[in-house]
């Protein structure tokens, strides 16, 4: 039996693991459960799964709360969304416990402290990310296999085929449609900026200790194709699946071990798969998150930390989708860096951000 704390419960993939779980109640068990926000959400899961811990976040204050959660666990699953997930990433961490990652912002914002903590400890840090857990999965589970290069692959969003200069018209309920996979509304709208796949290419820098120079993203508008890694001799290796966050989901908790989830792929049904080069002029906030991540220290949690902040403003009606990129960069511009020495800098800096984010955003 495997006893699972898990961070963000209520959420897009909170919700899909609870799904794996109640599948699979011979293998697994809820040991916490923590919401966001969505209080009478934990409520039913906690009747339902009857955890020894249900709690939510807003409770949570200080480092021996969030400790208190992963005793008795065997895996921390942290799902919770944005640079609010950090702080739990790094109290499983001090508890020595398998880390199954679903929050990228752990490893964009904290990346040195969280690969620190798992290298000091020799954790178990599992990516939960589709693209990630492709790579692992190519690797043979491995996050220390010898590669040449590892290839992300990115559906493209559903701005891919607008022309440029009609994406100032776009609205959030466009940005929301997204083609191929259903997520929460963040990640959706950053997977329409493509901030989300800069993101990802830090998120595979620290799990996979890779440097940006071998690291690559290609638009492949069928998200069959999950990620791509090439070897010394030549060879690439792919994993193919429908785009479903299950599989990876229930990988990052049986690994080696593969259980039965989801429909098998129907190559014939699907006919042709299509890749072609990322479009980062038409989505700058690609190159900015890459940039961000290359200059590390604070500079990745000021990005975020502007993202956010735009992305709700976005999606609550209050600036147009390219001013997205435009407080992202005016943050960047302004905000000076430092190095990401601990946590409490990086929640100095995130605040910071968003400080200057909503105060940009409201002069508009
Ligand atoms: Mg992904």
Redesign the pocket.
Known sequence: MVNIALIGCTGNIGRQVCEVVRRHPERFRFSALVCGQDESGLLSLAEEFRPKIARCGKDLCGDGAKDALFEDCDVAFIAAGGFAGLSYTLAAARAGKKIALAN?ESLVCGGELVMREVRKRGLDLVPV????SALFQCLNFSRNAPFEKLI?TASGGPFLRYPEEQLGGVTAADALRHPT?NMGAK?TVD?ATLL??GY?VIEAKWLYDADFSRIEAVVHPESIVHSLVCFADGAVIAQLGYPDMKLPIQLALTYPERLPVGKPLDLAQIGALHFERLPAEKFPCFTLAVEAGKQGGTAPTLLNGAAETAVRAFLGGRITFPQITETVQETLAHLPRGSADCFETLEEADLRARTFASGYINGK
């Open positions: 990228k990310d589709s693209e990630h992300l996979w990640i997977s989300n796949k990802e």
